[in-house]
């Protein structure tokens, strides 16, 4: 046995089973290894797209994506993507190849120093010197990626040390349980939230990775307390609960739309400052917070908890419902719903849109959005229903078409709206590569599952799509001060998809929610994009 060899027996072990990357000449030996394994290898078009994928996938999963770059621009091409899986929160394994041991001492061709350049971006990374230590260098790695606060992990493989003989063992890959909450914290939260008049919840992302969202509802129903929740905790509350209020993040008017000026008490749940900065909902400092979360909570003048609950946060929430007094209070003052969501005007405006998507999807569909000032969009207008179903790229991230094919790896091919913009359109022309091994759909067809997709664009007015199957497609953007949509021209391409239906003389918005249907994938394969701007 090899050392890449004993690396994929490894990988195995830890329940891999999906690689996304770009095969080198220096991970040959891990490649040919993986052709007898039950992983499943991903070729994609650059090793960027490969680490978006494994960040969604272990998002979604709670286990570590894994993905796979070759030395030198291979691996640096992985940067952006492990850095946005290191800011989302989400358990990411990079695999990249290097020169052999004996040329790391010298100048020598695409040879760069990969964990000092990597080592801002991951929790961990780690060379592997011999093929004795693979078994503890890959548990580690995992490890730490899937502890709290989730996040990137490097391993770097010399190609010498890949094909060299290595004995070996993979370790257990048990996952130990988090701690219980300390009882008298919970007290002190409980007599806090008993004695609030005003209290406010603030749910963040970390309360969807706990698989926590049930046992939030039941404390937030048992006291009557409404909440708020970031981008990427959208759903994690039903949009339409009586105690949802709305989704905070970057959007003018948050503090006042949410009520933080008037709350009394803040009961942060899974909150991470990267998410939403407190000094945004705690200008003054003079907020009383409650921190419950797996960590203690970070250093900041405007986030001071009165009392800090660390441990599993489903288990401290179960038990803190049961230490404060069913209360029947008033019912939250929630932001009315612009009346544009209704309006037949058109242009359509973006509200129109995204309540007709709303409508058209199932609560089990997902929506991801990317990173721009459209995703303020959907995050007011676009009511997630369940938890992990209204995705925020957050942090860093500029792709979400990537990262609507991890998603794919996940959940097959089920019905993913994705909503672009400036700056975030992706690669039009990536497609699954060779190794991508793709199921025969029910018409003996091999589903194109790239545009399997539901794609919302907000550019600027006249911009120019990229070419798309050699063809152009020319939208204009968000018209001031109305803000409604207007789509100028389509391309041929998209004949007898929705946005075409919009472009041959839908003049009224009466019948958008019904031919929206129609453009939405289903198990067939979608006649195209469908794109608004």
């Known amino acids: 046995m090899i050392g890449a060899e004993l690396m994929v027996r490894c990988l195995e072990n830890e329940g891999v089973e999906y690689i996304f990357g770009v095969p080198g000449e220096e991970t040959l030996d891990l490649n040919n290894a993986l052709l007898d394994s039950k992983i499943r290898f991903i070729t994609v078009r650059h090793e960027q797209g490969a680490a978006f994928m494994a960040d969604v996938y272990g998002r979604l999963t709670g286990r570590a994506g894994v993905c796979l770059a070759t030395l030198g621009p291979g691996a640096t091409n992985l940067a952006t993507g492990l850095a946005d899986a290191n800011l989302d929160r989400a358990p990411v394994v990079a695999i990249t190849g290097q020169v052999s041991r004996d040329r790391m001492h010298k100048e020598s061709h695409q040879f760069v120093d990969i964990l000092k350049a990597f080592a801002p971006l991951t929790k961990w990374n780690s060379r592997v010197e011999t093929g004795a230590i693979i078994p503890e260098v890959v548990r580690k790695a995992f490890k730490l990626a899937q502890e709290e606060k989730p996040g990137a992990c490097l391993i770097e493989l010399p190609e010498d040390v890949a094909e060299e003989p290595a004995d070996g063992e993979p370790l257990g890959a048990d996952r130990a349980r988090r701690p219980s909450p300390d009882r008298p914290s919970l007290a002190r939260a409980a007599d806090l939230l008993n004695a609030a008049s005003r209290p406010l919840i603030l749910a963040g992302n970390g309360v969807i990775r706990g698989h926590a969202s049930e046992a939030l509802r039941h404390l937030a129903e048992r006291a009557g307390i409404p909440v708020v929740n970031t981008f990427m905790a959208k759903g994690v509350l039903p949009a339409d609960h009586p105690l949802a209020l709305t989704t905070v993040g970057l959007a003018q008017g948050d503090y006042e739309r949410a009520g933080f000026g008037e709350a009394d008490l803040v009961v942060a749940v899974g909150y991470d400052p990267v998410e939403y900065g407190p000094r945004t909902w705690n200008p003054n400092r003079q907020a009383q917070i409650v921190h419950i979360d797996f960590t203690s909570a970070e250093v900041d003048a405007h986030y001071q908890p009165a009392v800090q609950v660390v441990a599993d946060i489903r288990e401290a929430l179960d038990l803190l419902a ?57 995050a007011r207008f676009f009511g997630a229903r369940l938890p992990q179903h209204g995705h925020h790229l957050q942090r860093l991230r500029g792709d979400g078409g990537r990262a609507a094919r991890g998603n794919r790896r996940q959940n097959g091919v089920p019905r993913t709206a994705r909503r672009g913009g400036v700056g975030g359109r992706g690669l039009p022309h990536e497609r699954p590569g060779a190794g991508d091994r793709q199921a025969v759909g029910p018409s003996g067809r091999r589903p194109d599952l790239s545009r399997q997709r539901l794609r919302i664009d907000s550019m600027e007015a006249g911009a120019a799509l990229p070419t798309y199957g050699g063809r152009r497609v020319w939208q204009s953007g968000l018209r001031p001060p109305r803000g409604g949509l207007r789509l100028s021209r389509v391309s041929r391409r998209f004949r007898g998809s929705a946005a075409s239906h919009l472009a041959r003389g839908l003049h009224t918005a009466r019948s958008h929610g019904h031919r929206l249907s129609r453009g939405l994938p289903g198990e067939q394969p979608a006649p195209g994009d469908v794109r608004f701007a």
């Open 322 to 378: 049961g230490l404060i007094a069913a209360a029947d209070r008033q019912p939250p003052r929630r932001p009315g719903r612009d009346d544009r969501r209704r309006a037949d005007a058109f242009p359509l405006f973006p509200e129109r849109v995204l309540a007709d998507l709303e409508a058209a999807l199932a609560p089990e569909d997902l929506v991801i959005s990317d990173v721009g000032a459209h995703k303020l969009w959907l």
